[in-house]
């Protein structure tokens, strides 16, 4: 198995020159942070992920949890894992020093998860669900629920969950049945199921508090009467924990993503089950959406390190295996050649490295939109909070979905191997496959992206994405190596303003059935631009630094950038013509097919 599992040069290289990290520490948020302490985050990153999660990721695969006389047992890091954590304050680091967080920019928190996720997905997720959930109660919770969870999460010794799924709902929540019935004690009576819950009981930490949506009895029909509650596995009485009625129903046997127990709850079974509320009555939605949304953009950063993992192992592969010979050699008495001498062979690995760094670029661009809208106000605030929600599906669906085809050409490179499990691609293979479902699946990443994001505001998110990178096409246009692809960047631009001004056409010609019917096509379009921008923006950066320094110690790095570009521009970004096509064709068969039709 590789030792390797990022890149920390390239990394650094995305924090340091292309988004210049160290810059966000002008603003007395983040003033007591610098290059010196992001540095050594990510370094104490690499050791955590390198000592202790990377070594067990095998392990923890061929042993998931049980289910165990009502209770989750998993794999005994997990509880050293949360310890660590929590010690180390990872779990709250993104937080304010007031509650307890080294209010660390969301571009270094999110390169270390980065790093944490590469070296183990499934063991990386039980501590990160908790900072979402611990975001929610700081959010919107009341002080008395703040200092009763909050310290217990970012110490690690106590779990945090998003509950929203059910069976018979599934990813539409207007239609969830989990009810929540007033009392006169300060609490409500909850009752109901949920299911495909990350994390939601192990024996890795002392309590588990569930996020948990539910519709107070009386409520609005539909999403207007969702309301949000704080559900602890067990409550607190007189200092002490006490069983909350949230019963473990069973554990759900996965293709992959093995490491970490995915439950269905039952709640109420004893007519016992108490739920706080959190904020006001009917706006759970609303605040979900936080956690949905960080969520979203967590999944791409999973997606992404799992393919950063399997690219490593395949490039090492690669390069240890010999196996025939160039095309041009005729003697069979030569020696083989190890495979990554094969052109073919090097289009694959090239295809892996162009989605792993071109996503994760995205994904801190996303990050430096985050930590702006944090600290700046009016105008400028809305504007990054504008691109941020429109990015956040494209961030999500982008390293979802190529990153399984990426983990892919990963496995073809070792061949047979790679279909066993002697080798680690397999493994990284079910993995990834989890990521175009969960937190919304791809085809509501699409729906969202074009039937609200770049149609919200008179389509300003849009203008200002449109604005970013006509950004970076000027500073391309500079560079003599670089005009000939920022004039097909700003051709793939002027496709996309013209299928998005068609499909808004559709939406008011046909109605919104036909309009919304290829949404998942239209993100996969616009996420190839969106990645095609990334590599521009990188490749701005590399020629700087070849210029300046063209026979320096990092100059295979820089070339090897180059390479990556050149592979995206030449091979993905064309894509994006047949895509086109296809949006504007006006053909609504898959609308107007009947479910008769695909009877024998």
């Known amino acids: 198995m590789a030792d390797k599992f990022i890149s920390e040069r390239n990394l650094r290289f995305l924090l340091y020159e292309v988004f210049d990290a160290p810059k966000i520490t002008q603003y007395p948020y983040y003033a007591e942070h610098s290059r010196e302490s992001f540095d050594m985050a990510l370094d104490t990153a690499m050791k955590i992920g390198k000592n202790l999660m990377k070594p067990k990721l095998t392990e923890m695969d061929k042993n998931p949890p049980e289910f165990v006389n009502g209770k989750v047992k998993v794999h005994p890091m997990v509880r050293g894992l949360m310890k660590e954590c929590g010690e180390g304050g990872w779990i709250g680091a993104p937080f304010s020093f007031d509650l307890g967080g080294q209010q660390l920019p969301l571009m270094i928190s999110g390169a270390c998860r980065f790093i944490l996720s590469a070296a183990n997905y499934s063991a990386s997720v039980y501590p990160f669900l908790t900072t979402g959930a611990a975001h929610l109660i700081l959010s919107f919770g009341s002080p008395e629920m703040v200092e009763t969870y909050v310290p217990k999460m970012f110490a690690g010794e106590w779990q945090g969950t998003m509950a929203l799924t059910e069976p018979q709902a599934g990813s539409s929540l207007a239609d969830i049945a989990t009810s929540a019935e007033p009392t006169d004690q300060g609490f409500y009576k909850l009752r109901g199921q949920k299911i495909f819950i990350s994390a939601g009981d192990h024996d890795g930490v002392d309590n588990v508090i569930h996020l948990m949506l539910a519709k107070i009895k009386g409520a609005p029909a539909g999403v207007k009467g969702i309301s949000l509650f704080v559900v602890p596995q067990k409550r607190l009485e007189n200092g002490q924990l006490v069983f909350n009625d949230v019963n473990t129903a069973g554990i759900y046997h996965k293709l992959g993503y093995r490491g970490a127990p995915i439950t269905q709850l039952s709640m109420g079974e004893n007519d016992d089950c108490r739920a706080y509320l959190v904020g006001e009555p009917h706006k759970g939605l609303l605040y979900m959406l936080q956690m949905m949304n960080e969520a979203r953009i967590d999944v791409g950063l999973g997606a992404a390190a ?50 792993v760094e071109g996503s994760l670029s995205l994904i801190m661009q996303c990050a430096l939109y985050a930590d702006l809208g944090r600290v700046l106000t009016g105008e400028e605030q809305q504007k990054y909070e504008l691109l941020l929600d429109l990015l956040t599906p494209v961030a999500k669906s982008y390293p979802s979905e190529m990153g399984l085809l990426s983990v892919s050409a990963g496995l073809q490179i070792l061949g047979g191997y790679g279909y066993c499990d002697e080798f680690p691609l397999e493994q990284f293979y079910r993995d990834a496959r989890i990521h175009p ?158 479910a008769a039709h695909f009877a024998d």
């Open 306 to 355: 799992i393919a950063s993992a399997a690219y490593y192992a395949s490039l090492e592969y690669a390069q240890q295996r010999p196996q025939g010979r160039k095309v041009t050699s005729k003697d069979p008495t030569q020696p083989q050649i190890p495979i990554i001498e094969h052109a073919d062979i090097k289009r694959m690995l090239l295809f892996q490295r162009a989605v």
């Open 437 to 594: 479902i969960h937190e919304g699946t791809t085809g509501i990443q699409g729906i969202t992206l074009l039937g609200r994001n770049v149609t919200m505001k008179n389509g300003a998110a849009f203008k200002l994405f449109h604005a970013e990178v006509q950004e970076t096409l000027k500073k391309a246009e500079e560079i003599a190596e670089l005009n000939p692809f920022a004039r097909e960047l700003k051709a793939a631009m002027d496709g996309l303003t013209q299928v998005t001004l068609h499909l808004i056409g559709l939406a008011r010609s046909k109605g919104p059935e036909v309009f919304l019917a290829d949404s998942s096509l239209y993100l996969e379009f616009f996420g190839i631009i969106s990645i095609a921008w990334q590599w521009l923006l990188q490749a701005i950066h590399v020629q700087k630094s070849l210029r300046q320094n063209p026979a320096g110690s990092d100059a295979d790095f820089y070339q090897g950038k180059m390479y990556a570009f050149r592979y995206f521009f030449h091979y993905e970004l064309p894509k994006m013509e047949g895509l086109a096509k296809r949006l504007t064709d006006g053909d609504a068969f898959t609308v107007e097919m009947r």
